[in-house]
């Protein structure tokens, strides 16, 4: 199986900052890599497809980018509405695998 | 604007089977996209349990694959997921999810049932 190490577990950020979290595939995924967004008692969204792909109505302070096996969630100016749970999810091989997931909080 | 919403028993004793349903509105499961199962264990691990797909044909994690069985009725337009011979590892929030045909992004989640294991 593919492991998706997820980093970091937790953080803390001010309104206004930039945050970025990473995931590191086990191996080549070719960019099939997922980024959503789970808040407080409600259910994942999706943020980020395809690496970089915007999904329909998601903020553009949220992007994606790759390096090699490594990808990263960017979220620029952070707002309240961007506590939650953050976790990022392979596509390219069955079964598909998600990371560990990380806490941020809004300070 | 589609919604997916689980339903089952919260309490499931050791050994026996887990049985979940997945009802679909705003969607018609057999117009396309892929109908997966997941699953969140407490500590946030998350796993991937297996699809059925809006043809009917199914896939499923190899971790589970013996115990594991996904089905359908199209015509309530819900899916089901069934576990067999569940243990305490199986204690999980489970999730119903819709996903991209041939691309396994899942656009679309359900709120999620919380599923315990025990005696």
């Known amino acids: 199986d593919i492991q998706m190490t997820q980093s970091p577990a937790s953080l803390s950020a001010s309104l206004g900052e930039t945050v970025s979290i990473e995931c590191l595939a086990s191996?080549?995924?070719?960019?099939?890599l997922a980024w959503y967004q789970q808040k407080p008692g409600k259910s994942p969204q999706l943020l980020i497809y395809?690496?970089?792909s915007l999904q329909d109505g998601v903020p553009s302070r949220f992007s994606g980018s790759e390096s090699g096996t490594q990808y990263s969630l960017e979220i620029n100016s952070l707002q309240p509405e961007d506590e939650g749970d953050y976790f990022c999810?392979?596509?390219?091989?069955?079964?598909?695998?998600f990371g560990s997931g990380t806490k941020l909080e809004i300070k | 604007e589609i919604q997916l919403q689980e339903s089952g028993p919260g309490l499931v004793k050791p050994s026996q089977s887990l049985s979940l349903t997945c009802s679909v509105t705003?969607?018609?499961?057999?117009?396309?996209?892929?109908w997966s199962w997941i699953r969140k264990f407490p500590g946030n691990k998350m796993e991937w349990m297996g699809y059925?797909?809006?043809?009917?044909?199914?896939n499923y994690n190899p971790s589970l694959k013996s115990r594991i069985s996904i089905t359908r009725d199209t015509s309530k337009n819900q899916f089901f997921l069934q576990l067999n011979s569940v243990t305490t590892e199986d204690t999980a929030t489970y999730y119903c999810?819709?996903?991209?045909?041939?691309?396994?992004?899942?656009?679309?989640w359900g709120q999620g049932a919380s599923v315990t294991v025990s005696s």
């Open positions: 999810a819709r996903g991209w045909y041939l691309s396994y992004v899942m656009d679309a």
């Open positions: 705003g969607y018609t499961i057999t117009s396309g996209y892929d």
């Open positions: 059925i797909s809006y043809s009917g044909s199914t």
């Open positions: 191996e080549d995924i070719y960019s099939n």
């Open positions: 395809y690496a970089s």
């Open positions: 999810q392979q596509s390219y091989k069955f079964p598909l695998t």
